[in-house]
């Protein structure tokens, strides 16, 4: 029997601190052995108490950081530990990171640890602040895993939603206990397509369709912590680009199947993961349509086929698509990989509770152009990302 992982969570302040108890607990369900260190602002969320009743160890703050025989506690619990999770990771404590100080027991540990995962948590604004932004991608460029905040309700009460929550239990554990992922895109060139297009029939209405951008973004931060040079083009997305790629802004099927066209040709790997609209109406209005009778008619045309003309340009790249189906997927993907020259398809199912649009799980199923496939079970879209990346990276050194 091997032993469980140890694990230390570095609490830090913030509002989000109040879910430090449960994350212990849910790492200690996982197998995890578990200790916590604090932050002095940590304890104004949270209680000395709370933390050392879930993990049942005493907890490191500054008054116990050196024992009196002179035991440095960071230095001792660095060897222990197989990985450390600060959680929540407050904008104050990637900054301390990112500088190398070493001014509480959580900055100490981090420095003195091989393996740190930062989950930060802080308001919208304050997450996608420069200054924040650079302390994220130095902590990146020296090793360290940071998460993507989560969306949704804020802590403060005129905060209102946002992305800057701290990520749920599942995914916080799950992103610790996998194994690290490898660097295997260093020197690579990535190319990610996300969200959904927009078609317009008049100044103020449009064709499109709910997807988030969620999938793709994922894919692209998954790529990029790979060691990736990564290209995203979007369209109107619910989530924001994410930090460390080159990010494209598009609305309709045209402007991307333009805009992918120059990366495309440099890129080693696409990732099609966009809902592109199939149909734009002939004639668009350039006034608003007023309403008029009971009934109405609306004349369609097919947009471009972004992956079908990529294909054709195709000269070395190994192409991945993303497809939804309500019935018949497998074989619907399969053909679609034949025709499109694809590695395999990421075949999802709208009608399939943790498979459609918008959320923050997946469940897709990889389907071969011979038919062949792997159901990947439900997982955050992170992890089906990684997945994703797993196969293409096999594909690459084929």
Not at 149 to 178: K, Q, T
Not at 240 to 254: I, K, L
């Amino acid at each position: 029997m091997t032993r469980p992982r140890r694990v230390v969570v570095g609490v830090t302040g913030g509002v989000a601190a109040i879910k430090a108890p449960l994350l212990v607990r849910r790492l200690q369900d996982a197998g995890a052995e578990v200790r916590v260190a604090v932050s002095r602002d940590a304890l104004r969320f949270v209680t000395p108490l709370a933390l050392a009743t879930a993990s049942g160890s005493e907890i490191l703050d500054r008054d116990a950081w050196f024992r009196p025989d002179g035991e440095a506690r960071h230095l001792s619990w660095a060897r222990w530990a197989d990985a450390m999770l600060v959680a929540p990771a407050s904008a104050d404590a990637l900054a301390a990171a990112a500088a190398g100080r070493a001014d509480d027991p959580v900055s100490a540990l981090a420095l003195s640890m091989k393996r740190v995962l930062y989950a930060p948590a802080m308001n919208a604004a304050m997450w996608s602040a420069p200054a924040v932004r650079r302390n994220v991608d130095r902590l990146r460029d020296d090793g360290h895993e940071v998460l993507v905040p989560a969306s949704g309700r804020l802590g403060a009460v005129d905060e209102g939603s946002g992305v800057g929550r701290l990520p749920d239990e599942a995914s916080l554990v799950a992103a610790v206990m996998r194994d690290p992922r490898p660097r295997d895109l260093v020197g690579r060139r990535v190319l990610v397509t996300a969200g959904p297009t927009r078609e317009w029939l008049d100044p103020v209405r449009f064709l499109s369709n709910p997807s988030s951008g969620r999938m793709g973004v994922a894919v692209a931060e998954a790529a990029r912590d790979r060691g990736a040079e990564v290209t995203l083009v979007h369209g109107p997305m619910a989530v924001a680009a994410p930090h460390g790629v080159r990010a494209v802004a598009v609305e309709t099927a045209r402007e991307m199947a333009e805009a992918v066209e120059a990366p495309f040709d440099a890129c080693d790997l696409l990732v099609m993961s966009a809902a592109v609209a199939d149909w734009r109406p002939s004639e668009p209005a350039d006034q608003k349509v007023p309403k008029a009778g009971e009934t109405s008619s609306l004349n369609l045309v097919r947009t471009p086929d972004v992956l079908a003309a990529l294909a054709k340009r195709r000269t070395r790249q190994t192409m991945i698509g993303f497809a939804m189906e309500t019935d018949q997927g497998v074989e619907r993907a399969a053909d679609k990989a034949r025709r499109k020259g694809l590695a395999f398809i990421a075949l999802n199912y709208p009608r399939r509770e943790g498979s459609g649009f918008g959320g923050d799980l997946n469940e897709v199923t990889l389907v071969r152009p011979d038919g062949t496939s792997d159901a990947l079970p439900r997982l955050s879209k992170r992890e089906t990302a990684e997945r994703i990346l797993d196969h293409a990276v096999h594909e690459l050194g084929a």
